[in-house]
C-alpha cells in the first residue's frame, strides 16, 4: 500500500465567493514555543537572533508572512513558516505542531462580514489590527486568529477540522454573498 | 454574560468553562476531615462568590472570577496563578 502526504485542505480550497476568497497556507514548519519560568526575556532575545522577530506580546503576532511568531495563549507563541533554532530550547520548550493544524487565509473586503456569523469577536480592522492575533471559539472549534493584510485573516484550527472549517467558512461566505 | 480575560480581554461565556469553587488546595497530609471539606462543603451565598473558570477556547489560562450569584454580575477577574490558587511545588 502507498501512502501520500495530504495537506489539511487538499481538495476542498481554494475557493471564491463573491469578493472573498479562501486559500490554503502550507508552512513548512510550526513549532510551539512555551518558555521557561523566567527565561522570556533571553527566549525574546535568541528568537530575534535566529529568525528576527521578539515573542510576542499577548493577543499580538511578531515578524512577516514567511516567518512568523503567533500568541498562541497563556506563556506561548507557535512559530510558523522556519524550522525552530535548536539553541531555543535553553530558553523554552519546542513542540512540533507541524502538519497538526490547518491554516487558511481568508481574503477580500468582506472577509470581516464573514468572520462575524462565525466568531464572538470585532474583527473589524480598525479594532483589529495588523499584527494583532486571538484565540477565540469559530463554530465551536478551537481558533486562533491573526490579521495577515488590510483584507486578509490567517485562520487555524487544528488539522482534524479542518473540512468542517472549510464548510462553515464556505456556509459563511454564501450567506455574506447572497445579501448582496 | 461576559468575562473579562486578564490577558484576552472582555469575551464571550461560551468560550469558558466552569471549573469549581475557587478555593486553596490543602496540603496532602492534612487529614480526611479537611479535604472532606475541601471537596464536599461549599457555602451556597446569595452574592458574591468565587469560582474557577477556564479560558479553554481561548488562551487556555485558569481565572479567579468573583461573581454576584444574585445578579451574574462580574465583579472582578484574576489568573489563577496570581491569585495564589496555583498548587505549589511539592503539593500533588
Known sequence: MQLAAQFPCA????????????TEDTP??????????????PLSDALNAAHGMGFPAPNRATGKADARAIW?????????GPVADPELAAH????????????????????????????????RPQVFKRGHTARTELKHMMASIT??????????VFRSFSATLVHDLKRAMEAVAARG | ????????????????????????????????AEWDAHVHLRDN????????????????????????????????????????????????
Request: proline share 6%; hydrophobic share 45%; net charge neutral.
Open chain 1, 11 to 22: 481538495g476542498l480550497l481554494p475557493l471564491t465567493i463573491g469578493d472573498v476568497t479562501l
Open chain 1, 28 to 41: 513548512a514548519a510550526m513549532t510551539l514555543i512555551a518558555p521557561y519560568k523566567g527565561q522570556e526575556k
Open chain 1, 72 to 80: 498562541f495563549g497563556r506563556a506561548q507563541a507557535l512559530l510558523v
Open chain 1, 92 to 123: 523554552a520548550a519546542l513542540t512540533d505542531l507541524s502538519d497538526g493544524w490547518a491554516v487558511v487565509r481568508l481574503e477580500g473586503a468582506r472577509a470581516e462580514e464573514v468572520m462575524a456569523r462565525l466568531v464572538p469577536i470585532d474583527l
Open chain 1, 147 to 156: 490579521r495577515v493584510g488590510p483584507k486578509a485573516l490567517q485562520i487555524m
Open chain 2, 1 to 32: 454574560m461576559r468575562i473579562t480575560c486578564p490577558l484576552c480581554g472582555a469575551r464571550d461565556r461560551r468560550e469558558f468553562t466552569y471549573k469549581g469553587a475557587a478555593l486553596p488546595v490543602p496540603a496532602l497530609e492534612a487529614g480526611v
Open chain 2, 45 to 92: 451565598p446569595a452574592g458574591p462568590l468565587e469560582e474557577l473558570w477556564q479560558h479553554d477556547m481561548g488562551c487556555g489560562a485558569w481565572l479567579k472570577v468573583t461573581r454576584n450569584t444574585a445578579t451574574h454580575e462580574m465583579l472582578g477577574v484574576a489568573l489563577a496563578q496570581d491569585a495564589g490558587l496555583a498548587i505549589k511545588e511539592g503539593q500533588p
